[in-house]
C-alpha cells in the first residue's frame, strides 16, 4: 500500500482554498468540517483538469489506507446516489447510477463539482487519515444498514457534494484507461492489486436488467435500452399531446428514423434527383432570354408579341371552375413564350389539355407566319413518294412472270378505296398547327397534319392516350398511325365540335363569289367583327343562338370541304379507263354540313339531352359573373363570354360522350374465294372400269375405222380384178 | 379531401383541370365549419362535384372517430345549405342501376323506366309493363356509395387500426418517400375490406396488423384502371382513375398532404377495357 499520494505541483495555496470554500458555502455542510477542509485544501493542489485524477488517486489512497474498502466505497457510491438526486437539474436528463465500484473516468463534469469532489475526497481521506475509527464504524453501520439512515449520515460527509454527473459508471472493474494508468503508476503500484469491491444484491440486479437491455441480437444492432432512450427523447423534445394514444406509432417511427438517418447535407439524395432536373428545367423558363438589351427588348415584347394573355383567360375560367391552377397556368404562359420564341408564329393560342395514362398533354394552337411553314412540308412529303416507287419495279417483275409461268396466280380483285387526299393546310381541318409538349418546360413537338382517313378511323376507336407520341394505337379497326396521329385527329374533332364564340364576335368577309359557285361548300374564312359590342352574360346563358361555332364542322368523309374520291386525275384516268367503264361509276352523294357559324342552338340532341348547358359563374353576384357554356358532347370542353373577351379550352381524356357502350366494330366477313371457273374446277378422276370402257369404245371406233378402210381397200382391189 | 385543408388540397388536384369557382371554395370554407359544428363529425371531408345538366350537386361527407364506419353524406346545391343523404342500401343500388345518362340536377326529378313484369292471377300470367319511377336523389345515393367503394383511395401509413377495433388516422404519418409514392401497392382503398383474406398466409407473414388492413389498389381487376402519374416536376404524385373518370388522388411524398376528389357526371366508364 503505498503512502498519500503527494501532489506533484506545488498547492496554490491558500486563496484557492479560500476560493473553493467560498463556492462550497453554497452547498449545505456542517461547519465542523469546515475548517478541516482549508487545512487540507493547502495540502493539495487541485487543477481542475486533473481533478478527477486527483480524485481517483485520493480514492485509492483511501482505499488503500482503509482496511476495509468497500464499505466506504459502497457509502461513497450511495453518496453518488444522492448526490445525482439533487444535481439532475444541472446535468440535464442523467441517468440513475446503477452500476457501482470506483468511478474511475476521466469525464469533463462542472467546475463546482470536481472542486467539491476534490474537496469531498481530499475530506475523506483526511478523516480516514485521522483515524477516527468511530467513523470508520459510522461507515460500517451505515453500509449494513442501507435505508433512510443516510440522509443522517451523509449530511457528516457533505454527501450531497460528491457528484459522479454525467454517466453511470460501469461495473466494478477498472476503466483501462492510459491516462488514469500513468497516474496510477506515479502512486506506485497497479490497478490489479485493487480489490474489486462486492457489489449489493439489489444493485447487481439492477445491473443485470441493464445489461440485458443493452443487448444486441445478431439481426439489429439497436438494444431495446437505446431504442427507449431515443423514444422518450423524441416525446419529451416534441411534447405531442395525448401521447399515450400515437405511442405505437411513435415507437415505429422512431426506429425507422434510427435505421434510416438523415443523409448527410453533403450527399446527394438520390430519390429527389428527378424532381430536381425537372426543376431546373423549369427555372430555365423563368430566365429572360437574352438580357443584353434592356428596354428596346421589353417595348418590343410588349407591342407584339403572338404569345396569349394566358393568365387572363385562366382567371376568367377560374371563375367557372375550370382551370389548372394559377402557377401552372403561368408556367404554361412561360412555355407558350419559349415556343413563340423558337418558331416563327403568327398567333398562338393555349388549346388545352388532354390527360394520358403515363404523361399528360398540353397543346398549343398556332399559326404560322406567311411561307415558313412550307419548308417543313416538304419534308414530310419525301418519304411519302420515296415509299411509291418500289413498288412499280415489283410490278414489271410480275407481269413478266406472268408470261412465263402457265398457272397463274389468282389476283385478289379487291381495290382499296380511293385515297381521299389530306386538306392542304391553312385549310380546314388543318387550318392551324398544333404543338404537343408534357410538362411546361419540355420540348414542344409538331404534330402532323391531319388525313382524313384518320379522322374516319379516330371516329370508330375508342382508346386512352398513354402520353408517348410514338406509341403504336393498337385497335380493330386499325388506326392508321401512331398516337400522334390520333392525337391529332382527336384535336381536329374536338376543335371542330366545341370552338365557340359569342354571335357576332366573328363575321364572314366581304363577299368574293356566290356560295353557289364554290360547290356549295359555304365559306370557310371569318374575320373579327370591328364593331362587336358583346352580349350581355344574361343573354348568353339563356339562349344557345347567342353562341355561334366558328370552326368548320367535319363531314363524315374526313374533310371540312367534300371531294369526290372518284374524280381521277389525268394519269389514273389513261391507266384505268377501261376497268372503271366496266365496273361503272358508283354515284357517290355529295356531303353537306353545316355551314360556319352556325348558332349553337341548331346541334343535334344527344337522347334528349341538349348538347350544350350553360351556366352563370357565380349566382350570388350576376352583375360581375362570366357566361361559362360547356359541352356535354364532349365533357371537358369549356368556353366563357364576357363583354368582348370569349375564350375556348379543353380539359380531359379527348373522348367523345356516348350514351350508349362503345361497340366495336366486328370484322369483316370472310372474303369470298376465287370465282370458280373450270381452270380451277376440281374434276374426280375417272375410275379403272371407265378407263376400260372409254378405251374400248376408242379402239372399237379404230376396227370400225379400219373395216372401213379394208371395205373400201377390197373394193378397190375387187375393181382392178375385172 | 379533408376540408380543414380545402384550399391547398383544391390547387394540389387542379391539374385534372376541373375545380371549384372562388366563390363556391368560399361558401364551402364557411359551410363545413357549420356543418361540422351541427353534426358532430370529426372530420369532414369534401367529397366532390356531381356535374348535372341543369345545376350541379355539392357533395360532403362526415366522419365519425372511426374512419372505417359508415358516413354520412350530405349533398348541396350552392354550397351552402346543405342536406343529408339515407344510407345506400343494396336495393337503391340495384334499382339505380338501370338509369342512364347523365343526372339532371334536380334532386326531386324522377327517372321512369318500364319494366316489364309477370303477375299471377290465377292460372293466367300477365305481362305488364310497369313505370317505376326512379328518384335522382337515390340514384345519387347509389352513385356515392358505388364510386365510394370502387375508387376512393388512402395511401399506405395514413390510418392505423388498433387492437380494438376502430380505425383511426394517423397523426404521425409524415408521408410516403417518393419510391414508395410510385408504387401502386402503397394504396389503399378507403373502404372495409374485401381481398384482405385471400391472400396467401405467407403473404399475411409479411403485413403489419396494424397498417396494412386494407385492399391495395394493385389487384384491382381491369389491370391498368387507374394512371399515376408525377406532376409538378416530380413533387406531386396523381392518381387517376380510368373506372370513374373524374376521380382524382394526389399525394405531394414526404408530406402529409393527400386527398381525392369526384368531379365528373357521375358515370361509369364501361368501355374501359376497350379503351386500354
Same mark, same amino acid.
Given at each position: 500500500?503505498?503512502?498519500?499520494?503527494?501532489?506533484?505541483?506545488?498547492?496554490?495555496?491558500?486563496?484557492?482554498?479560500?476560493?473553493?470554500?467560498?463556492?462550497?458555502?453554497?452547498?449545505?455542510?456542517?461547519?465542523?468540517?469546515?475548517?478541516?477542509?482549508?487545512?487540507?485544501?493547502?495540502?493539495?493542489?487541485?487543477?481542475?483538469?486533473?481533478?478527477?485524477?486527483?480524485?481517483?488517486?485520493?480514492?485509492?489512497?483511501?482505499?488503500?489506507?482503509?482496511?476495509?474498502?468497500?464499505?466506504?466505497?459502497?457509502?461513497?457510491?450511495?453518496?453518488?446516489?444522492?448526490?445525482?438526486?439533487?444535481?439532475?437539474?444541472?446535468?440535464?436528463?442523467?441517468?440513475?447510477?446503477?452500476?457501482?465500484?470506483?468511478?474511475?473516468?476521466?469525464?469533463?463534469?462542472? *467546475?463546482?463539482? +470536481?472542486?467539491?469532489?476534490?474537496?469531498?475526497?481530499?475530506?475523506?481521506?483526511?478523516?480516514?487519515?485521522?483515524?477516527?475509527?468511530?467513523?470508520?464504524?459510522?461507515?460500517?453501520?451505515?453500509?449494513?444498514?442501507?435505508?433512510?439512515?443516510?440522509?443522517?449520515?451523509?449530511?457528516?460527509?457533505?454527501?450531497?457534494?460528491?457528484?459522479?454527473?454525467?454517466?453511470?459508471?460501469?461495473?466494478?472493474?477498472?476503466?483501462?484507461?492510459?491516462?488514469?494508468?500513468?497516474?496510477?503508476?506515479?502512486?506506485?503500484?497497479?490497478?490489479?492489486?485493487?480489490? &474489486?469491491?462486492?457489489?449489493?444484491?439489489?444493485?447487481?440486479?439492477?445491473?443485470?436488467?441493464?445489461?440485458?437491455?443493452?443487448?444486441?441480437?445478431?439481426?439489429?444492432?439497436? %438494444?431495446?435500452? @437505446?431504442?427507449?432512450?431515443?423514444?422518450?427523447?423524441?416525446?419529451?423534445?416534441?411534447?405531442?399531446?395525448?401521447?399515450?394514444?400515437?405511442?405505437?406509432?411513435?415507437?415505429?417511427?422512431?426506429?425507422?428514423?434510427?435505421?434510416?438517418?438523415?443523409?448527410?447535407?453533403?450527399?446527394?439524395?438520390?430519390?429527389?434527383?428527378?424532381?430536381?432536373?425537372?426543376?431546373?428545367?423549369?427555372?430555365?423558363?423563368?430566365?429572360?432570354?437574352?438580357?443584353?438589351?434592356?428596354?428596346?427588348?421589353?417595348?418590343?415584347?410588349?407591342?407584339? %408579341?403572338?404569345?396569349?394573355?394566358?393568365?387572363?383567360?385562366?382567371?376568367?375560367?377560374?371563375?367557372?371552375?375550370?382551370?389548372?391552377g %394559377?402557377?401552372?397556368?403561368?408556367?404554361?404562359?412561360?412555355?407558350?413564350?419559349?415556343?413563340?420564341?423558337?418558331?416563327?408564329?403568327?398567333?398562338?393560342?393555349?388549346?388545352?389539355?388532354?390527360?394520358?395514362?403515363?404523361?399528360?398533354?398540353?397543346?398549343?394552337?398556332?399559326?404560322?407566319?406567311?411561307?415558313? *411553314? *412550307?419548308?417543313?412540308?416538304?419534308?414530310?412529303?419525301?418519304?411519302?413518294?420515296?415509299?411509291?416507287?418500289?413498288? %412499280?419495279?415489283?410490278?414489271?417483275?410480275?407481269?413478266?412472270?406472268?408470261?412465263?409461268?402457265?398457272?397463274?396466280?389468282?389476283?385478289?380483285?379487291?381495290?382499296?378505296?380511293?385515297?381521299?387526299?389530306?386538306?392542304?393546310?391553312?385549310?380546314?381541318?388543318?387550318?392551324?398547327?398544333?404543338?404537343?409538349?408534357?410538362?411546361?418546360? +419540355?420540348?414542344?413537338?409538331?404534330?402532323?397534319?391531319?388525313?382524313?382517313?384518320?379522322?374516319?378511323?379516330?371516329?370508330?376507336?375508342?382508346?386512352?392516350?398513354?402520353?408517348?407520341?410514338?406509341?403504336?394505337?393498337?385497335?380493330?379497326?386499325?388506326?392508321?398511325?401512331? $398516337?400522334?396521329?390520333?392525337?391529332?385527329?382527336?384535336?381536329?374533332?374536338?376543335?371542330?365540335?366545341?370552338?365557340?364564340?359569342?354571335?357576332?364576335?366573328?363575321?364572314?368577309?366581304?363577299?368574293?363569289?356566290?356560295?353557289?359557285? $364554290?360547290?356549295?361548300? +359555304?365559306?370557310?374564312?371569318?374575320?373579327?367583327?370591328?364593331?362587336?359590342?358583346?352580349?350581355?352574360?344574361?343573354?348568353?346563358?339563356?339562349?344557345?343562338?347567342?353562341?355561334?361555332?366558328?370552326?368548320?364542322?367535319?363531314?363524315?368523309?374526313?374533310?371540312?370541304?367534300?371531294?369526290?374520291?372518284?374524280?381521277?386525275? @389525268?394519269?389514273?384516268?389513261?391507266?384505268?379507263?377501261? @376497268?372503271?367503264?366496266?365496273?361503272?361509276?358508283?354515284?357517290?352523294?355529295?356531303? &353537306?354540313?353545316?355551314?360556319?357559324?352556325?348558332?349553337?342552338?341548331?346541334?343535334?340532341?344527344?337522347?334528349?339531352?341538349?348538347?350544350?348547358?350553360?351556366?352563370?359563374?357565380?349566382?350570388?353576384?350576376?352583375?360581375?359573373?362570366?357566361?361559362?357554356?360547356?359541352?356535354?358532347?364532349?365533357?371537358?370542353?369549356?368556353?366563357?363570354?364576357?363583354?368582348?373577351?370569349?375564350?375556348?379550352?379543353?380539359?380531359?381524356?379527348?373522348?367523345?360522350?356516348?350514351?350508349?357502350?362503345?361497340?366495336?366494330?366486328?370484322?369483316?366477313?370472310?372474303?369470298? $374465294?376465287?370465282?370458280?371457273?373450270?381452270?380451277?374446277?376440281?374434276?374426280?378422276?375417272?375410275? &379403272?372400269?371407265?378407263?376400260?370402257?372409254?378405251?374400248?369404245?376408242?379402239?372399237?371406233?379404230?376396227?370400225?375405222?379400219?373395216?372401213?378402210?379394208?371395205? *373400201? @381397200?377390197?373394193?378397190?382391189?375387187?375393181?382392178?380384178?375385172? | 379531401m379533408d376540408a380543414e385543408s380545402l384550399l391547398l388540397s383544391l390547387e394540389l388536384a387542379s391539374g385534372s383541370?376541373?375545380g371549384l369557382?372562388?366563390?363556391?371554395r368560399?361558401?364551402l370554407l364557411?359551410?363545413l365549419?357549420?356543418?361540422?359544428?351541427?353534426?358532430?363529425?370529426?372530420r369532414v371531408l369534401f367529397w366532390g362535384?356531381?356535374?348535372?345538366?341543369?345545376?350541379?350537386?355539392?357533395?360532403a361527407?362526415?366522419?365519425?372517430?372511426?374512419?372505417?364506419?359508415?358516413?354520412?353524406?350530405?349533398?348541396?346545391?350552392?354550397?351552402?345549405?346543405?342536406?343529408?343523404?339515407?344510407?345506400?342500401?343494396?336495393?337503391?343500388?340495384?334499382?339505380?342501376?338501370?338509369?342512364?345518362?347523365?343526372?339532371?340536377?334536380?334532386?326531386?326529378?324522377?327517372?321512369?323506366?318500364?319494366?316489364?313484369?309477370?303477375?299471377?292471377?290465377?292460372?293466367?300470367?300477365?305481362?305488364?309493363?310497369?313505370?317505376?319511377?326512379?328518384?335522382?336523389?337515390?340514384?345519387?345515393?347509389?352513385?356515392?356509395?358505388?364510386?365510394?367503394?370502387?375508387?376512393?383511395? /388512402?395511401?399506405?401509413?395514413?390510418?392505423?387500426?388498433?387492437?380494438?377495433?376502430?380505425?383511426?388516422?394517423?397523426?404521425?404519418?409524415?408521408?410516403?418517400?417518393?419510391?414508395?409514392?410510385?408504387?401502386?401497392?402503397?394504396?389503399?382503398?378507403?373502404?372495409?375490406?374485401?381481398?384482405?383474406?385471400?391472400?396467401?398466409?405467407?403473404?399475411?407473414?409479411?403485413?403489419?396488423?396494424?397498417?396494412?388492413?386494407?385492399?391495395?389498389?394493385?389487384?384491382? /381487376?381491369?389491370?391498368?384502371?387507374?394512371?399515376?402519374?408525377?406532376?409538378?416536376?416530380?413533387?406531386l404524385?396523381v392518381?387517376?382513375?380510368?373506372?370513374?373518370?373524374?376521380?382524382t388522388f394526389f399525394h405531394a411524398?414526404?408530406t402529409k398532404n393527400c386527398g381525392y376528389i369526384y368531379v365528373?357526371?357521375?358515370?361509369?366508364? /364501361?368501355?374501359?377495357?376497350?379503351?386500354?
Amino acid at each position: 500500500m503505498g503512502d498519500p499520494p503527494s501532489d506533484p505541483d506545488p498547492p496554490s495555496g491558500p486563496p484557492d482554498s479560500r476560493r473553493r470554500s467560498s463556492q462550497v458555502s453554497r452547498r449545505r455542510r456542517s461547519r465542523e468540517l469546515q475548517p478541516t477542509f482549508s487545512e487540507e485544501a493547502e495540502a493539495e493542489q487541485i487543477p481542475l483538469d486533473a481533478g478527477i485524477l486527483q480524485r481517483s488517486q485520493e480514492y485509492l489512497g483511501s482505499q488503500s489506507n482503509l482496511q476495509g474498502w468497500s464499505p466506504g466505497a459502497a457509502l461513497t457510491q450511495q453518496d453518488n446516489l444522492m448526490f445525482q438526486a439533487e444535481e439532475a437539474q444541472l446535468g440535464g436528463i442523467e441517468y440513475p447510477s446503477l452500476s457501482m465500484g470506483l468511478p474511475i473516468q476521466p469525464q469533463p463534469y462542472l *467546475e463546482e463539482g +470536481g472542486i467539491q469532489a476534490t474537496r469531498t475526497a481530499s475530506l475523506m481521506l483526511q478523516q480516514l487519515q485521522q483515524g477516527q475509527g468511530n467513523l470508520f464504524q459510522q461507515l460500517e453501520s451505515a453500509y449494513q444498514g442501507a435505508g433512510p439512515d443516510f440522509p443522517g449520515l451523509f449530511s457528516m460527509y457533505q454527501g450531497d457534494d460528491l457528484q459522479f454527473g454525467h454517466d453511470a459508471p460501469h461495473g466494478p472493474y477498472l476503466r483501462d484507461d492510459p491516462a488514469l494508468q500513468v497516474s496510477l503508476s506515479e502512486l506506485g503500484f497497479t490497478p490489479f492489486t485493487v480489490e &474489486v469491491p462486492e457489489p449489493e444484491p439489489r444493485e447487481l440486479a439492477v445491473q443485470n436488467a441493464k445489461a440485458y437491455l443493452l443487448q444486441t441480437s445478431v439481426n439489429c444492432s439497436l %438494444s431495446l435500452y @437505446e431504442h427507449l432512450v431515443n423514444l422518450l427523447t423524441k416525446i419529451l423534445n416534441q411534447r405531442p399531446e395525448d401521447p399515450l394514444s400515437i405511442l405505437e406509432s411513435l415507437n415505429r417511427t422512431t426506429q425507422w428514423e434510427w435505421f434510416h438517418p438523415k443523409l448527410d447535407t453533403t450527399r446527394d439524395d438520390p430519390e429527389m434527383q428527378p424532381t430536381y432536373e425537372m426543376a431546373d428545367r423549369q427555372r430555365a423558363l423563368f430566365v429572360r432570354s437574352s438580357g443584353g438589351e434592356g428596354e428596346q427588348e421589353m417595348e418590343e415584347e410588349v407591342a407584339d %408579341s403572338p404569345v396569349p394573355n394566358v393568365m387572363e383567360s385562366a382567371f376568367y375560367f377560374e371563375q367557372a371552375g375550370v382551370g389548372l391552377g %394559377s402557377d401552372e397556368s403561368f408556367r404554361i404562359f412561360l412555355a407558350l413564350k419559349q415556343l413563340v420564341e423558337q418558331q416563327p408564329i403568327h398567333t398562338c393560342r393555349f388549346w388545352g389539355k388532354i390527360l394520358g395514362l403515363r404523361r399528360s398533354y398540353l397543346v398549343a394552337e398556332v399559326e404560322f407566319r406567311e411561307g415558313e *411553314e *412550307e419548308a417543313e412540308e416538304e419534308e414530310v412529303e419525301e418519304p411519302a413518294e420515296g415509299g411509291e416507287t418500289p413498288d %412499280s419495279p415489283g410490278e414489271e417483275e410480275g407481269e413478266e412472270d406472268e408470261e412465263k409461268a402457265v398457272d397463274v396466280v389468282p389476283k385478289p380483285q379487291w381495290k382499296p378505296p380511293p385515297v381521299i387526299p389530306k386538306e392542304e393546310s391553312r385549310s380546314g381541318a388543318n387550318k392551324y398547327w398544333y404543338f404537343v409538349c408534357n410538362e411546361p418546360g +419540355g420540348p414542344w413537338t409538331r404534330l402532323p397534319p391531319v388525313t382524313p382517313i384518320q379522322i374516319v378511323q379516330a371516329r370508330r376507336i375508342r382508346k386512352f392516350f398513354t402520353g408517348h407520341l410514338d406509341a403504336p394505337v393498337v385497335s380493330f379497326p386499325p388506326f392508321p398511325g401512331t $398516337e400522334a396521329n390520333y392525337l391529332r385527329a382527336q384535336i381536329a374533332r374536338i376543335s371542330a365540335a366545341t370552338q365557340v364564340s359569342p354571335l357576332g364576335f366573328y363575321q364572314f368577309g366581304e363577299e368574293e363569289g356566290d356560295e353557289e359557285e $364554290e360547290g356549295g361548300a +359555304g365559306r370557310d374564312s371569318y374575320e373579327e367583327n370591328p364593331d362587336f359590342e358583346g352580349i350581355p352574360v344574361l343573354e348568353l346563358v339563356d339562349s344557345m343562338a347567342n353562341w355561334v361555332h366558328h370552326t368548320q364542322h367535319i363531314l363524315p368523309q374526313g374533310r371540312c370541304t367534300w371531294v369526290n374520291p372518284l374524280q381521277r386525275t @389525268e394519269e389514273e384516268e389513261e391507266l384505268g379507263e377501261e @376497268e372503271e367503264k366496266a365496273e361503272g361509276m358508283e354515284e357517290v352523294e355529295q356531303e &353537306v354540313g353545316p355551314p360556319l357559324l352556325t348558332p349553337l342552338s341548331e346541334d343535334a340532341e344527344i337522347m334528349h339531352m341538349t348538347p350544350w348547358t350553360t351556366r352563370l359563374s357565380c349566382s350570388l353576384c350576376p352583375q360581375y359573373s362570366v357566361a361559362v357554356v360547356r359541352s356535354n358532347l364532349w365533357p371537358g370542353a369549356y368556353a366563357y363570354a364576357s363583354g368582348k373577351k370569349f375564350e375556348n379550352i379543353y380539359v380531359g381524356w379527348g373522348h367523345k360522350y356516348s350514351p350508349e357502350n362503345f361497340n366495336p366494330p366486328l370484322p369483316a366477313p370472310t372474303q369470298q $374465294e376465287f370465282p370458280s371457273g373450270p381452270e380451277i374446277m376440281e374434276m374426280s378422276d375417272p375410275t &379403272v372400269e371407265e378407263e376400260q370402257a372409254l378405251k374400248a369404245a376408242q379402239e372399237q371406233a379404230l376396227m370400225a375405222g379400219e373395216e372401213e378402210e379394208e371395205d *373400201e @381397200e377390197e373394193d378397190e382391189e375387187e375393181d382392178p380384178d375385172d | 379531401m379533408d376540408a380543414e385543408s380545402l384550399l391547398l388540397s383544391l390547387e394540389l388536384a387542379s391539374g385534372s383541370g376541373q375545380g371549384l369557382s372562388p366563390d363556391r371554395r368560399a361558401s364551402l370554407l364557411t359551410s363545413l365549419m357549420l356543418v361540422k359544428r351541427d353534426y358532430r363529425f370529426d372530420r369532414v371531408l369534401f367529397w366532390g362535384r356531381i356535374l348535372g345538366l341543369v345545376g350541379d350537386y355539392y357533395i360532403a361527407q362526415g366522419l365519425s372517430e372511426d374512419q372505417l364506419a359508415p358516413r354520412k353524406t350530405l349533398y348541396s346545391l350552392n354550397c351552402m345549405e346543405w342536406s343529408l343523404l339515407p344510407p345506400a342500401t343494396e336495393e337503391m343500388v340495384a334499382q339505380t342501376s338501370v338509369v342512364k345518362g347523365r343526372f339532371m340536377g334536380d334532386p326531386s326529378h324522377e327517372y321512369e323506366h318500364t319494366e316489364v313484369q309477370k303477375t299471377n292471377e290465377g292460372e293466367k300470367v300477365f305481362e305488364e309493363d310497369v313505370v317505376v319511377q326512379i328518384k335522382e336523389e337515390t340514384r345519387l345515393v347509389s352513385v356515392i356509395d358505388q364510386i365510394d367503394k370502387a375508387v376512393a383511395v /388512402i395511401p399506405r401509413g395514413a390510418l392505423f387500426k388498433t387492437p380494438f377495433g376502430p380505425v383511426h388516422v394517423n397523426r404521425t404519418f409524415e408521408g410516403l418517400s417518393l419510391s414508395e409514392a410510385k408504387k401502386l401497392s402503397s394504396y389503399f382503398h378507403f373502404r372495409e375490406p374485401v381481398q384482405l383474406k385471400n391472400k396467401t398466409l405467407l403473404e399475411k407473414a409479411d403485413l403489419d396488423p396494424s397498417l396494412d388492413f386494407l385492399d391495395s389498389l394493385e389487384h384491382d /381487376i381491369p389491370k391498368g384502371s387507374w394512371s399515376m402519374q408525377m406532376e409538378r416536376g416530380n413533387a406531386l404524385v396523381v392518381l387517376r382513375s380510368l373506372l370513374w373518370p373524374g376521380l382524382t388522388f394526389f399525394h405531394a411524398p414526404r408530406t402529409k398532404n393527400c386527398g381525392y376528389i369526384y368531379v365528373g357526371t357521375g358515370e361509369k366508364n /364501361i368501355d374501359l377495357p376497350f379503351m386500354l
